[in-house]
């Protein structure tokens, strides 16, 4: 029987369509998720074939293939009280062709070796063969962070206060009890001290689970590049990529307040939720950023029919690009008088759609937002281009290669999606 309410209660490293799903949850229900901290911690767990450990998927009820879900983010709370991030170096020798995927102890030769923490720092995770660091990554630079209270405000810490942090590193994680990864607060780290910065949490990795098993961390067009031909157990051909749902965005605007629309390729949609964090300035320029441990409430909703390649974001209205902000009173009398002049008929209501692209690299990634736009609409490549140029706007989410394309569209292409109802709820 499907639930009003399905609790997440297991972590996964993969999404694998052939693994037995939670729920179902009722179709208009809740998931709630404590979801554990994304890519440091699960970058220094050996063990994990991901960068990312996110919620077991959730079926949803009537989701079937070719149907789209709806996804209203209600509350993202923060639950970690201090963390560690910063750029990343991998370290040769110590995995097999993906430093994320497959890990490989360089004394015994081992994927995904068995570990254990000895002490703090960044020799902290080790073989439990051979007793050696392990771990395929390394600092670039990297930092500890705290919150207050309220987790509106963070500042960075000196090597004390991160020494401190370090001792206690599984609880100032809060990492939920199902989780496998080893806390990154061991490292203590402290290059950049006394940095203040504001809090506004954002979910990474949030979507429907993929056709193909694809490690968590590379279920997007950027980071799937790495699974092709790879030398490992997850490897996919190039045209396996077309599987992936694109849930990896890291948009620092899927937050509490916004709804996001995502395909179903699989029946029962497998809905998961991972990567939670603090903050995150666009383009997510340093590679990671504060990755945390958060309750995440969202409401699910199928939309039958709605047949999509990868998401589409409705942001909160705060969010929206300059050009494709709802028109206002003022613009809208404006427009009529100018129409009064010249004569031509108005498209009367419109509405921000905002899709995501992914790829290679940020060419391919604009191509690939711009194509999905054209045949989710049914409209000509070239009229998609002037809309996101003249009314609309493309942003980085992420290197190399995710953005967000937003442009003005009328209503009627919304509604005969079946999806004017969700933006009319949230703009108007």
């Known amino acids: 029987m499907p639930e009003k309410e399905v609790r997440t209660k297991e972590m996964v490293w993969v999404l694998d369509p052939n693994q037995k799903m939670l729920g179902p949850v009722a179709n208009g229900g809740k998931i709630v998720a404590h979801t554990s901290p994304g890519c440091w ?30 996804l209203k983010i209600k509350k993202v709370k923060i639950l970690s009280t201090a963390t560690v991030s910063g750029t990343d170096q991998p370290k040769e020798g110590y995995f097999n062709g993906d430093p994320f995927v497959a890990a490989r102890c360089p004394v015994c030769n081992i994927n995904n070796p068995d570990c254990e923490i000895v002490g703090t720092g960044e020799e902290s995770i080790r073989c439990k063969e051979c007793g050696k660091p392990v771990t395929p990554f390394g600092f670039g630079s990297g930092y500890t962070m705290v919150f207050d209270q309220e987790t509106n405000t963070a500042i960075t810490l000196n090597l004390e206060g991160s020494e401190e942090v370090a001792k206690n590193a599984k609880e100032m994680s809060f990492l939920p009890p199902e989780s496998k990864q080893y806390p990154i607060n061991l490292w203590a780290k402290a290059d950049l001290p006394g940095v ?136 809208k009398e404006a427009a009529r008088k100018l129409a009064e002049q010249y004569k031509p008929p108005l498209e009367g209501e419109v509405f921000p759609l905002q899709c995501f692209g992914t790829g290679a690299n940020l060419n391919e990634a604009v191509e690939n937002g711009l194509n999905r736009i054209s045949e989710l609409l049914t409209m000509p490549l070239d009229e998609v281009k002037n809309r996101v140029t003249i009314a609309g706007s493309i942003s980085i989410s992420r290197l190399p290669g995710v953005v967000q394309i937003t442009a003005m569209v009328p209503s009627y292409y919304l509604k005969n999606l079946g999806i004017e109802n969700l933006f009319q709820e949230q703009y108007s």
């Open 196 to 331: 203040v910065t504001r809090v506004r949490p954002m979910i990474g990795n949030i979507g429907s689970c993929p056709s193909v098993p694809f490690p968590s961390s590379h279920n997007a067009g950027d980071f799937g590049q790495f699974l092709v031909d790879a030398p490992h157990d997850y490897a996919l051909t190039k045209e396996q990529l077309s599987h992936r749902t694109d849930g990896h965005m890291d948009s620092d605007e899927v937050r509490e307040g916004t709804i996001l629309l995502v395909p179903v390729k699989v029946p029962g949609a497998g809905i998961y939720i991972g990567d939670v964090h603090a903050m995150q300035g666009d383009g997510e320029i340093a590679g990671h950023t504060t990755d945390v441990s958060a309750e995440v409430e969202i409401e699910v909703e199928v939309i039958k029919g709605l047949k999509l390649d990868g998401p589409i974001l409705l942001p909160n209205k705060e969010d929206l690009p300059f050009l494709a902000q709802p028109h206002d009173s003022n613009l």
């Open 41 to 70: 911690g699960p970058m220094i767990t050996p063990e994990g074939p991901s960068g990312h450990e996110v919620t077991k998927p959730v079926e949803v009820e009537g989701a079937e293939v070719g149907d789209a879900v709806a």
